[in-house]
Each structure stands twice: as C-alpha cells, then as structure tokens.
C-alpha cells in the first residue's frame, strides 16, 4: 500500500525557474516529512525536513510548505540551476511506527541552462 | 556517505544462487535499513535494524533475510536469487529515531 504519494514523475524547468514537487499522504500519525535529493549513481541524501507543527520551512534556495489539513506538503527550489537536476524524493514517518521512512515514488528534475 | 560502505558495488549473479550484500557503517549509528529502488517505486524497505541482533522485517521482505552480529555490519541475503530481485539496493543508517537517513552509495543487483 503506497502511503505517500509524490507528483509528478519527471519535470523539466528553465534556469531561475522555481520547480514544484508535490506529496500526500494517507497516515494521519506521520510526523516527520523530509525531502531527499538523489544524483545518478549516488544514494539519496537529506535535503531539508520539517514536522507538523510548522507550515512552511526554507534552507538556502529549498522550501517546504506543509498543509495538514489537506495532507500535502511540497518541495520548492527558488532560482533553479542546472546541478538542481536530480531525482527528488518525498518521504513521511511516524514515532508511532518506529519511525521507518515511506518514500514516495520519486520526480526527475532537469533544469535547462 | 562517507561513512558508509556498500559492497560490491555491481554484481552479476545467476538465478537460484544466494548472494549477500554488506553495509558497513563508521558512524556507530544504532539504527540501520536496507531499502531496493525500482523505477515506478521510489525506494522501499526490505528489512531494518534497532541495534546488534534486533532485526525485523519491511514492507517487501520476501526471499531476504538480514543479519547484524556487530553494531557496524548489516548484511542482506537473497537467499535464492530470483530474476524481480534485480534492483539497485541502498543501505541507511539513523543516529537516532525521528532523525534523517544517511544512505551509502548503493548496490547494483542483477540477476540473470
């Protein structure tokens, strides 16, 4: 049973373009919602992260924005440059649960020069 | 992912035979997971690990088994290698529940 699911597969933007990478989830009880970035032949590494209590959360150029009453969160990146191109991860736990990572299915970014 | 180490890194093997991935991790992380990525999938997990012999199974943990005998090492077994086990298999590590993955740089499984 997919528990979080990640929209859409693939997107292709413009330099200085600002992506949008969409997830919902089912489980009510996650509380952990980070976002992992994943270069061809390496593992995924973590991004940034944010929990429930708060809507909206920026690294540098990353933000996630966190709706709980719609069950969705979203990864932004302001200003995209041609090394954001990567595969993009969403991903959800629960401390109810031992809190083991759900990931979604994944979005290709390609960012044009 | 320095501190984390997969090996091998590709491996070719035949259809019916065991194989056993190894993690090896430097970071004394207690917690440690074995997830496969398949396009379409995302990554999902195969088995994971609390602590030295405390092991315990993930969403797509048929035809695998795992071990953990030392804090550093987490081993994966196929115990009969079938061809939908062909997969890319990624090894984490966690300091500590709630907190981000470290993930190594992966496995490359094909079975013929």
């Known amino acids: 049973q997919q528990q979080v699911k990640q929209s859409p597969q693939s997107l292709i933007v413009q330099k200085g373009g600002i992506p949008i990478i969409n997830c919902a989830y089912e489980?009510?009880?996650?509380?952990?919602f980070p976002w992992y970035q994943q270069f061809p032949g390496k593992g995924p590494a973590l991004l940034i992260a944010?929990?429930?209590?708060?809507s909206e959360k920026k690294e540098g150029r990353f933000t996630i924005s966190f709706n709980k009453s719609a069950k969705q969160f979203s990864l932004h990146i302001m200003d995209s440059q041609p090394g954001d191109s990567a595969t993009y991860f969403c991903?959800?736990?629960?401390?109810?649960?031992?809190?083991?990572?759900?990931f979604g299915e994944g979005t290709q970014l390609t960012v044009n020069p | 992912d320095a501190g984390i180490t997969q090996s091998p890194r590709h491996k070719v093997t035949e259809t019916g035979t065991p194989v056993t991935l190894r993690c090896h991790q430097t970071?004394?992380?207690?917690?440690m997971y074995w997830y496969r990525q398949d396009p379409g999938h995302g990554l999902r997990l195969i088995h994971y690990?609390?602590?030295?012999?405390?092991?315990d199974k993930g969403e797509v943990s048929d035809g695998y088994s795992v071990s953990r005998s030392k804090t550093e090492d987490f081993l994966l077994t196929l115990e009969s290698a079938t061809s939908s086990q062909t997969s890319v298999y990624f090894c984490?590590?966690?300091?500590?529940?709630?907190?981000?993955?470290?993930f190594g740089s992966g496995t490359r499984l094909t079975v013929v």
């Open positions: 984490a590590t966690a300091r500590g529940l709630g907190y981000g993955y470290t």
């Open positions: 489980n009510t009880a996650f509380d952990y």
């Open positions: 991903a959800a736990s629960s401390e109810t649960s031992g809190s083991r990572l759900t």
């Open positions: 690990s609390y602590g030295v012999k405390d092991t």
């Open positions: 944010i929990r429930p209590d708060v």
């Open positions: 970071e004394n992380h207690r917690y």
